[in-house]
């Protein structure tokens, strides 16, 4: 449909977990030890075309060529396809977000699901879920749940080759509209240590990471339970906790990682005044110092009006957003 001598473009949304994945039980296929579970975050989206049959491959992320790992990791992901049809030859991906790739929020996830869409259309295989979310997992985690919009679960799957590790859709956004997640951005720094390399040292090295797997395993169904319900104390409370035992494991690796800033600590332990006050407020944090509020439509004001008291660079409002999605016009090339 959106394909044009062998070019396709696709749009995917972020997405923000509640049951994090936190650690791999192998690297290179990038198969996590627990199941993960996650909301997708409209507005914020990336759009990717992709077109085959280029002179040399020539990767542009934000109007940037891309370098080093960043490159990198894309053209493994095209490799993958271009494994099986090598005729495809090489290609050219140009990516643009909709939000600062360094304004801390998740732009990984939303940029290799539409990739992993995108590449998978123009080499002219067939749209599918599962492949594509079994495809995006390769390219980064946590972008196998922002295949598909609302709510989605990427189960851990017991396969060695990874067939059965992808994510699956339990609620669609429409279940659930008026929940909303606000990002409170504190720092635009980049981490010292990413995502990837913070959670290999915590599997190596923290004596807490095999609780942690069996306690986040665990919240999967109690989670879902929650958004069936449209349960937001009992959401908010359950990801808080799940935030809060991830960040613990990582305390106890050696070296030491604390993704948190005293801003960021500041933020969380002022939370329970606030819903003492009334206000239905949580917070989930994933590997960097800016918390995301979890919050519903009617407690907006006083959310946003909570997070203005410290001071923050901005504050995103996003709500649940819908599939990723191939366009036939509006190419970046
Ligand atoms: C804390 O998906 O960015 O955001 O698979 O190594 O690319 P790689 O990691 P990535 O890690 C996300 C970790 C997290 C939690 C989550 O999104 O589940």
Known sequence: MAKENGKATAVAHSNIALVKYWGKRNEALVLPWQSSLSVTLA???VKTTVAFGAPEDNIRLNGKEAKGSERARVIALADVVRKSKPQLGPLCVHSEGNFPASAGLASSAAAFAALALALREAAGLEEEVEATSLLARLGSGSACRSIQGGVCVW?????????????????AAEHWPNLRMVAVILSREEKAVNSRDGMRNTVQTSPYYPAWVKAA????????????ARDIEKLGTLAERNAWRMHATSFAATPPLSYMKPATLAIL????????????????LD??????????????PKALAFAERFSPLEAVVCHPGGDARLLSEGHLF
């Open 269 to 284: 332990l002022a939370l329970e005044e606030e819903r003492r006050k009334g206000t239905a407020l949580w917070f989930t």
């Open 287 to 300: 590997a960097g110092p800016n918390p995301v509020l979890l919050t519903e439509e009617a407690h907006l």
């Open 155 to 171: 189960h851990r799957g017991e396969r060695e080759d990874g067939a059965d590790s992808f994510a699956r859709q339990h609620f």
């Open 217 to 228: 395993e665990a919240d999967i169904g109690p989670a879902l339970e929650a958004i069936g």
């Open 43 to 45: 507005p914020l989206e």
